[in-house]
């Protein structure tokens, strides 16, 4: 299984960006799908999971300004980003949370 993140770049305070992660490979599907972000020198952090049903978990740090969504058909999944703060800059890593595997990480920069 691969994913691919894309989407990334910069943005300024306020502004909205949406990420995209794209699953291939022979056993790839969209089930217990996540996003995580990194800072320089900090851990990875959680940021959105959807389950198979589609109901949505998010960090509180982004809850009411990030919204994640899927398209099973296309294995697709997404991270609506709003509302963006400084903050928020990081690398963004999309992960299948059933089977463990990382995309590459996409950059996301919120500055002026």
């Known amino acids: 299984v691969q994913l691919q993140a894309s989407g990334g770049g910069l943005v300024q305070p306020g502004g909205s960006l949406r990420l995209s992660c794209v699953a291939s490979?022979?056993?790839?599907?969209?089930?217990?799908m996540a996003w995580y972000r990194q800072t320089p020198g900090k851990q990875r952090e959680f940021v959105a999971q959807?389950?198979?049903?589609?109901?949505?978990h998010y960090a509180e740090s982004v809850k009411g300004r990030f919204t994640i969504s899927k398209d099973n058909a296309k294995r697709a999944v997404y991270l609506t980003m709003d509302t963006l703060k400084p903050e928020d800059t990081a690398v963004y890593y999309c992960?299948?949370?059933?089977?463990?595997?990382w995309g590459q990480g996409t950059l996301v920069t919120v500055s002026t």
């Open positions: 992960r299948d949370n059933f089977l463990g595997y």
């Open positions: 490979g022979s056993h790839a599907s969209v089930g217990y």
């Open positions: 959807i389950a198979p049903s589609g109901q949505p």
